[in-house]
């Protein structure tokens, strides 16, 4: 699913008008600028719920999408896009078919860069509860 949800940001205009293709899964590659807007895709927690029986019939994954930029006002820009755009989505995801997705939360922080300098990252982090039924 996290794959899948990067593709939609991938494919989605008021995204990528923002971040171009910078949307990563877990981890920034060593080759990423970090300093450019880009959104993060983090699993939280996954939970199975079962069928009386045991058959997995439901899937919820928790996902943390970090919306990052150099100022405040980018970041709140993207996830207000971010978050339009997957309100009530229902649909294709990578090999996985969405049936809901829950808007769960949402917080911003500052990123002190990591050399000292007076730069930084400005981060709205959205939390959503994604259900689907595994293929």
Known sequence: MK???????????????????RVYVTRLPQSADENLDHILITQ???????????TSEL????FDVDCKSRTST?????????????KDYTGAAGDQTIDAVLFTGESDD???????SDGGLYVTTLDFQIQYKPV
């Open 3 to 21: 794959t899948g949800l990067q593709k939609l940001f991938k494919t989605t205009n008021a995204i990528t008008s923002i971040v171009s293709d």
């Open 44 to 54: 939280m927690t996954s939970d199975e719920n079962n069928s009386l029986d045991g």
């Open 59 to 62: 899937r919820f994954i928790d």
């Open 74 to 86: 980018r970041a709140d820009i993207l996830s207000k896009a971010v978050r339009a755009f997957l």
């Open 110 to 116: 500052f990123e002190q860069p990591v050399d000292g």
